[in-house]
């Protein structure tokens, strides 16, 4: 059952969907842990308010960026559309990118506050970006957590687009960026054209709890950084972890993100006291997610149960405390030599455990096209395609059908299109973790 919390601001529920039941060798437990947050937004948005918030907004300005010029335009025109959804009172700076990192507005190592004066001047800052130079995005987010870390907010957030390879810092510096920078603020990361690594981009996003996508179209990049924005404005809490105890005897085997999108959580674990520990969720408004929970327990005979996990939602204080937010969920495991019981596969789980091998087969695929291997990529793509089909998940299967021709969905017969555009390709690999929601 859902159990609410009552601070001001969104309301947290916690519900869990799992088979308890395990045959008497059995020790996996799986379930699908669904964090709702509701009640918030909109009323703080009638309202005109909304919690504090800081945002450095990223720009490439590489001299890839003048290839084509308009490029550079939309680019410009986005940002200010962005600024444009900048909530009053937020925290705000525009960074030029290249092989260095350079305040654009307001400059000073300060951050500008919004309101119709400061959008107007950072605008106009804005008609003087040109593109010139390299690319070092480790530079763009080491100066936008500097900037960002100089605000007392409740909510720290990037926005980053970039053209191109990261060719001016090598792929450990940037790592090094990315760990120093988790959990400081959270990022969104969008790729222009078809010229940058998309690997680079989903690993920026993906270490930031933010999220990556393409815009193939730079005409599009107006309609997509408004979007971002407004996504933006409306988080409401920052930081949220999973705390995720277990029993003595009792260990978490793997945790990640199933909806919206899949991502890995179990690396990420920090200790919180005896057998719990917390997992980093980022920041949230109105919205809801999965979480697919699989904890290893010991042995027992038939007939006996136990609590496998209990999973709850806090919020970092300062000073190493933390605020309950009061919601949680109870994950059971019951033995049973009731072989019905024990070998049903609980649908939410059946459904998330396929949206999970379809997001790593299309991966797959896609690589071993890339290193010449078709056969291989014929396979593991026509198995995405089945997947796709099984789990109702139509807009990868329309992303699929661009890449491979479909002979029978349900066996997953393909064969590779003989052209594809670049366009295509990296679509299809950027949202291969975009997921459809189980329905309940």
């Not at 130079?133 to 909510?155: C, K, M, N, P, Q």
């Not at 990261?166 to 054209?193: I, K, Q, W, Y």
């Not at 003595?248 to 006291?273: C, F, I, M, N």
């Not at 396929?354 to 991966?363: K, P, R």
Request: with cysteine.
């Amino acid at each position: 059952m859902a159990n609410f919390a009552k601070p001001a601001g969104p309301r947290f529920s916690v519900e869990v969907y799992q088979n308890e039941y395990l045959p008497e060798d059995g020790r996996e437990v799986h379930a699908v842990v669904t964090v709702t947050a509701t009640g918030g937004s909109a009323a703080l948005r009638s309202a005109g308010a909304g919690p504090s918030a800081a945002v450095a907004l990223m720009v490439d300005c590489s001299g890839s960026m003048d290839y084509p010029p308009v490029k550079m335009r939309n680019a410009r025109d986005a940002t200010a559309a962005a600024l444009d959804a900048l909530r009053d009172g937020t925290r705000f700076a525009v960074i030029d990118g290249t092989h260095v990192a350079r305040e654009v507005y307001p400059g000073g190592g300060r951050l500008a506050v919004a309101d119709a004066t400061t959008r107007e001047q950072a605008k106009r800052a804005l008609r003087r970006l040109s593109a010139g130079g390299g690319t070092a995005i480790g530079t763009w987010l080491r100066l936008a957590d500097r900037l960002l870390a100089s605000a007392d907010v409740e909510i720290r957030h990037g926005i980053l687009l970039t053209d191109g390879r990261n060719e001016h810092e090598s792929p450990e510096e940037l790592r090094a960026t990315l760990e120093a920078c988790a959990g400081r603020f959270t990022c969104d990361a969008r790729g222009v054209g078809t010229d940058w690594e998309v690997k680079e981009v989903t690993a920026i996003a993906s270490a930031l709890l933010g999220t990556a996508d393409i815009v193939a179209d730079p005409a599009r990049l107006t309609d997509d950084f408004t979007a971002m924005m407004e996504t933006a404005m409306g988080k409401e809490v920052a930081d949220v972890a999973l705390r995720v105890w277990t029993p003595a005897g009792a260990v978490v085997s793997y945790l990640k993100q199933v909806a919206p999108s899949v991502e890995e959580l179990t690396d990420r674990r920090t200790e919180a006291g005896p057998r719990a520990g917390d997992y980093p969720t980022g920041s949230w408004g109105d919205e809801s997610r999965d979480y697919h929970l699989c904890v290893t327990v010991p042995a027992a005979g038939l007939g006996q149960e136990m609590l496998a996990a209990r999973v709850s939602l806090v919020v970092p204080q300062p000073g190493g405390t933390v605020r309950n937010l009061d919601a949680q969920g109870l994950v059971r495991a019951v033995w049973t030599d009731d072989l019905t019981a024990s070998t049903a596969i609980n649908p939410q789980v059946a459904h998330y455990t396929g949206q999970a091998e379809l997001a790593q087969v299309i991966q797959q695929g896609i690589d071993l096209r890339k290193a010449g291997d078709m056969d291989g990529a014929t396979a593991k793509l026509g198995r995405a395609v089945q997947l796709a089909r099984v789990s109702g998940n139509a807009d990868t299967a329309k992303l699929l059908a661009k890449v491979v021709d479909v002979v029978d969905a349900s066996t997953g017969t393909v064969r590779l299109k003989a052209k594809v555009t670049e366009a295509d390709e990296m679509t299809l690999e950027t949202r291969s973790t975009k997921t459809v929601r189980v329905k309940k």
